[in-house]
């Protein structure tokens, strides 16, 4: 039982941590992601 309660102290948080902030990134990637595409485009249309 002390082993199950160390593996979930020393991988659990970390785990959860991670998931957390993958969740707030996605947001921000999708916007960065958005922005270079419409910089793309603006670039595509001045060089035309």
């Not at 160390?6 to 999708?30: C, D, H, Q, W």
């Not at 270079?36 to 249309?45: G, K, N, V, Y």
């Amino acid at each position: 039982m002390d082993e199950m309660l160390g593996y979930a102290a020393n991988y659990g948080f970390p785990m959860i941590v991670t998931a957390y902030l993958l969740v707030r990134i996605e947001s921000k990637l999708g916007a960065l992601d958005m922005s270079i595409q419409q910089l793309t485009r603006a670039i595509e249309r001045k060089t035309a």
